[in-house]
């Protein structure tokens, strides 16, 4: 039943969002026409309400209505500058139309994310109310689950995998759990108190990804050339980003942020199109990648193909 109300949700906001203004009889027949509805059945003005109700307090889209046009989003302008609400109407649209056109569900390629969705509503709600979690959590490297109690302070999105920040019992600082190695999540009646100090904007600042270590924040000086200098002015590496020393086919780019194992791996990825100039750390880090990569297949190299 959720997850009906939630595809529900969508649908009035992706709708809304797309018709600008739109009366309650216009909703109500675009309701009816719905893949969604499956028995095709209308709309109440109850369940209208109870829907726009349910969609200010959850997702913060205010629905009010305007006397002479009918509904609308009236914080559209604010949204645009939330990167959470941005991503979730981008998301909203998206899945609205896939739904809304089932014959092009064969063509249409996402990443798969996954498993661990199912626990994002339980967790969002135990952050919420403030209570405590208790989690069957199995790291890849344990032969058997941990059972752990958590104070969830966020989640994060990150690479197409959901993580939640929390501090558990036998950890004095909080940590990152994955949500797809949780194999059991329950709320407790304990509660606890977020720290009033507490940002989680604040708190992935100085890093790339989700490895956060005691690793010092420095400047991160990188030598990026065409095509990809293009990319991380659509799309950048880390905010703030700065670019500098521009030539025809390269600039030098920088940023403020911890040199972490995952920024290493991360550059890697674009092989000769990013050089590190600094940190040395760092620099050396990718060296010494390059490096193995290269004993890795240089063992083979005269070996007649792959391994048996």
Not at 63 to 88: E, F, P, Q, T, V
Not at 98 to 107: I, T, Y
Not at 117 to 127: D, R, V
Request: charged share 25%; net charge negative; with cysteine.
């Amino acid at each position: 039943m959720a997850s009906n109300f939630f595809s529900r949700y969508m649908w009035l906001i992706d709708t809304i969002q797309r018709r600008g203004y739109i009366t309650f009889d216009e909703l109500n027949k675009d309701w009816r026409r719905s893949s969604i509805n499956v028995d095709g059945s209308p709309l109440s003005q109850r369940t209208f309400f109870n829907h726009k109700q349910a969609i200010l307090d959850q997702f913060g889209i205010d629905i009010r209505y305007d006397k002479a046009r009918g509904y609308h989003i009236s914080n559209k302008d604010d949204l645009g500058s939330d990167g959470l609400r941005n991503w979730m109407l981008t998301s909203i649209a998206a899945n609205s139309t896939v739904q809304e056109s089932a014959g092009m569900k064969s063509r249409i390629i996402v990443e798969e994310i996954p498993e661990g969705l199912q626990y994002l509503t339980s967790i969002i709600e135990a952050m919420k109310d403030s209570r405590v979690l208790s989690i069957s959590y199995q790291p890849y490297e344990a032969p058997e689950p941990q059972i752990l109690d958590i104070e969830p302070y966020c989640l994060k999105l990150f690479h197409q995998r959901w993580y939640v920040l929390g501090k558990g019992s036998r950890s004095p600082k909080p940590r990152l759990f994955s949500l797809d190695r949780i194999r059991e999540l329950a709320p407790t009646r304990k509660k606890f108190h977020l720290p009033k100090t507490f940002n989680a904007e604040a708190f992935f600042a100085d890093y790339f990804g989700v490895v956060v270590d005691d690793t010092a924040v420095t400047t991160i000086r990188l030598k990026v050339w065409d095509p990809h200098r293009r990319y991380l002015r659509a799309l950048p590496l880390h905010n703030p980003q700065k670019e500098y020393d521009e030539h025809d086919t390269w600039s030098v780019f920088e940023y403020r942020m911890a040199p972490t194992w995952d920024l290493a791996m991360e550059l890697m990825k674009y092989h000769d199109m990013i050089e590190v100039l600094e940190p040395e750390d760092l620099r050396n880090a990718v060296i010494d990648q390059a490096y193995c990569i290269l004993d890795l297949y240089g063992e083979h190299e005269h070996g007649g193909g792959f391994k048996e």
